[in-house]
Each structure stands twice: as structure tokens, then as C-alpha cells.
């Protein structure tokens, strides 16, 4: 049987009784539909992997079925070494797709190189990529291996494909035709045997369309696409993931609580989720922190972000900081680095901007969506 079954069984011993193994898709589907009630956490260390309540597959939790058809569409490309590209918004799950992907085909003993694209100057990008030669540019101190050549016999994961300016993207489209390339100052052509998984938040045909993208790379991309569906369009997937978060955190902050109650459970299952799942598991730590008792106490109110509202109120710390930035943001058109960037209007350094960006689920995607789906904020 293939498939990571490890969040099930420990020891050899299965807990509970809700979860069948689907032999026809090797992976565990859950019997009943998923109902919405309070949640009792298990925690003790005994429970020190996922518990058996929760459906996962290669560390994805959730079994609705339109995650169920991601997965299949991840077991069914895995073992063929195609170029995959993975399209969904931002914080659905891509780069845990991507991984499932690389450790179910036949390179999962080599590399699993990641790149976020996102934001990087045109030379940097370039050289970060494909590698450069000591003295190719001023700065360049030494030689450098590209993510390209690191990958070798592995699997590269470029995030934000979308991201990548076109100047680059006929050198892209060269190595994944003619599997070569050169690092930067240098003529040496060198070969490799990458297989490429690429991921994106922005609609690329539509890029193509607008002649952002080049087609001849889009089509060369999307020989076999999956689409990882927002959270708000896999609402019976959040409990799941209410209970993973909510055990992990408790576990690794060394928390009390061991119950998530219904109201709590009700209100984050109608909640939007314009960050999607990383801005569930961000609210159930800074839930988990705020909690003193064994009920866990969420703070609600924070999901009022993207809803309607009447009249001025008092903003939170958070709700301050998220509004700074993403007024910087507008005023540098989302670039983050550089002598251009919000890092350097904001006095920060641009990865410490990325952190807290990716901490408050501030991303352009969901200001997209929010502003998309009409509704109003009160930042
Ligand atoms: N189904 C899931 N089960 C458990 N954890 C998940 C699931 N989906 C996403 N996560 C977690 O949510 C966070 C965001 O996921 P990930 O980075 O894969 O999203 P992404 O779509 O690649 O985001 P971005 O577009 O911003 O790069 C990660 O911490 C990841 O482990």
C-alpha cells in the first residue's frame, strides 16, 4: 500500500475507529461527514502525532471532496516524473502538495528544492536560479550554485511562478525544453534532470492573455495542473484542522487546553478564510497563547476584519499593523525588497517584512479577494 499512513497508527496500534483505508486510493477517507461540535483536544504525549480523528494524507489534513480531488490528481501525476503545475490562493496548501507530490515519484530520495519567486529583483532572481560565476556582477564574491543545479536529480519548487519577469522566463523555458543552462558569467552549458513542480496564485492564462506570461512557458507548465481549493469552498475541513492546529499548538507551547467549544468551532467554520489555512493555523496559536483555562478562548472578534461594519471601532495592535503595511505596500505597488520596497520605508529588513506579512495573513491575493467579494474593512 502506498501513502503515509503515520498520522493514523503509532506503534503499531490504531486509534479509534472512524477511519477506513480506501484501498482503491491508498489513503484514508473518513466514514462519517464531518459535524460540527465542540472539539476535546487530546494532548497528552502518548498523542504525540496527529490523532486519529484527523484525516491526513502526506501531512494534508482534511477530507473534503473537493481536497480529495487534489489528492487523487497528486497520486496519479506523482510516479510519472511530469512537470505539475499547482494553481490555489494564497496559504491553501501548494507547497504541501508540491512536497506530497516529490515524496510519492520517483525522485523522493533526492533533493526538494524550494524558491519563492515572489518579489526578488530581476538579477538577483536570475542568479539565485541559475547560479553565477565569482566577479559575473559587482558583489559577486565567489561562485554560486543556482537552485537549478542544487536540484539535480531532485525536484524544484518554484513558488509564485507568476512573479518571474519575461526577460527570465525564455531562460526558464530553455531548461525545462533543453534541460540546460548557463550560471551567470560564464559560457559553460550545464546539464541537469530537474523535475519541476510550479505553483501560483495569479490566474497565468489570464497573464497570457495580457502578455504577462509567455504562452510557449504556460503551455510548456501546465501539462498537468491541480487546483487547491480556498478553505471557504472546503468548510468541512475545518474542524480537522481546528483539532490539528489546536493539538500541535497545545503541544508545543505546553498549554492547558483541552477543549475547543462549539460556538468557537461554529464561528471559524463560517469564517471566509481570505488567508486560507495559514491564517487558521496563525489564529488557533494566537488562540492557544491567549488561552489561561482548559477552554480554549479565540478571539473572535479578530475575524471581523473582512466583514461589514458599522462605525468606527477601536482597532487592535494587530488590526494598526496590518493597516501600516498594507498602506506602505500600495504606495511601493507590492514590492517588498529593494531600494523601491516597503521593507526599506518601514525601516525593516525584508525578510522580518515577509514574516510579518505571512504572521497577519497580509498577502495581495487576499486584499484581492477581500476587495473582489465586496466586502468592507475596517483597517
Ligand atoms: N491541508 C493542510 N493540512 C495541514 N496543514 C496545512 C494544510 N494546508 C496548508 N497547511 C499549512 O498551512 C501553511 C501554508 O501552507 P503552504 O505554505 O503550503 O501554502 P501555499 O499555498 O504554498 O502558500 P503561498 O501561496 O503563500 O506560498 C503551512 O504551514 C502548511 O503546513
New binding site residues.
Given amino acids: 500500500m502506498s501513502g503515509n499512513l503515520s498520522g493514523i497508527s503509532r506503534s503499531g496500534e490504531i486509534f479509534g475507529s472512524i477511519l477506513l483505508i480506501d484501498p482503491a486510493l491508498a489513503r484514508p477517507a473518513l466514514v462519517q461527514h464531518q459535524r460540527v461540535g465542540e472539539i476535546h483536544l487530546r494532548t497528552s504525549p502518548r498523542f504525540n502525532v496527529t490523532s486519529s480523528e484527523i484525516p491526513s494524507f502526506e501531512?494534508?489534513?482534511?477530507s473534503s471532496s473537493s481536497l480529495s480531488r487534489a489528492l487523487d490528481r497528486v497520486m496519479t501525476v506523482a510516479p510519472t516524473d511530469a512537470t505539475v503545475l499547482i494553481h490555489?490562493e494564497?496559504?491553501?496548501?501548494?507547497?504541501?502538495i508540491a512536497q506530497a507530490v516529490h515524496r510519492l515519484g520517483r525522485r523522493r530520495n533526492g533533493r526538494f528544492v524550494r524558491f519563492n519567486c515572489a518579489a526578488i529583483p530581476l538579477g538577483l532572481l536570475e542568479s539565485e536560479l541559475f547560479g553565477h560565476e565569482k566577479g559575473a556582477f559587482t558583489g559577486a564574491v565567489a561562485r554560486k550554485i543556482g537552485r537549478f543545479e542544487l536540484a539535480n536529480n531532485g525536484t524544484l519548487f518554484l513558488?509564485e511562478i507568476g512573479d518571474i519577469p519575461l526577460e527570465l522566463q525564455a531562460k526558464l523555458l530553455r531548461v525545462l525544453q533543453e534541460r540546460e543552462f548557463e550560471r551567470l558569467g560564464s559560457n559553460q552549458t550545464l546539464h541537469v534532470n530537474v523535475r519541476l513542480i510550479a505553483?501560483s496564485?495569479r490566474d497565468l492564462r489570464q497573464m497570457v492573455r495580457e502578455g504577462k506570461f509567455r504562452e510557449d512557458l504556460f503551455y510548456r507548465l501546465n501539462i498537468f495542473p491541480i487546483t487547491?481549493p480556498a478553505l471557504r469552498e472546503r468548510r468541512d475541513d475545518i474542524p480537522a484542522?481546528i483539532r490539528?492546529f489546536a493539538e500541535d499548538c497545545v503541544r508545543r507551547l505546553d498549554r492547558r487546553v483541552n477543549l475547543v467549544p462549539l460556538e468557537t468551532v461554529r464561528a471559524l467554520t463560517e469564517y471566509d478564510w481570505p488567508g486560507n489555512?495559514?491564517e487558521l493555523?496563525n489564529f488557533m496559536e494566537r488562540s492557544v497563547i491567549l488561552s489561561q483555562g482548559v477552554e480554549l478562548q479565540a478571539p473572535l472578534d479578530d475575524l471581523r476584519w473582512s466583514k461589514p461594519v458599522n462605525g468606527p471601532e477601536t482597532q487592535t495592535l494587530s488590526q494598526a499593523e496590518y493597516g501600516h503595511i498594507l498602506s506602505v505596500l500600495k504606495t511601493t505597488n507590492w514590492v517588498v525588497g529593494g531600494p523601491a520596497g516597503a521593507a526599506l520605508k518601514l525601516g525593516l529588513k525584508r525578510t522580518t517584512l515577509i514574516g510579518k506579512m505571512r504572521k497577519l495573513g497580509l498577502?495581495r491575493s487576499r486584499e484581492a479577494s477581500v476587495q473582489h467579494s465586496g466586502t468592507v474593512t475596517n483597517r
Fill in positions: 501531512g494534508i489534513v482534511g490555489g494564497t496559504g491553501t496548501g501548494k507547497e504541501l513558488d505553483a496564485h487547491v484542522l490539528y489555512i495559514r493555523q498577502s
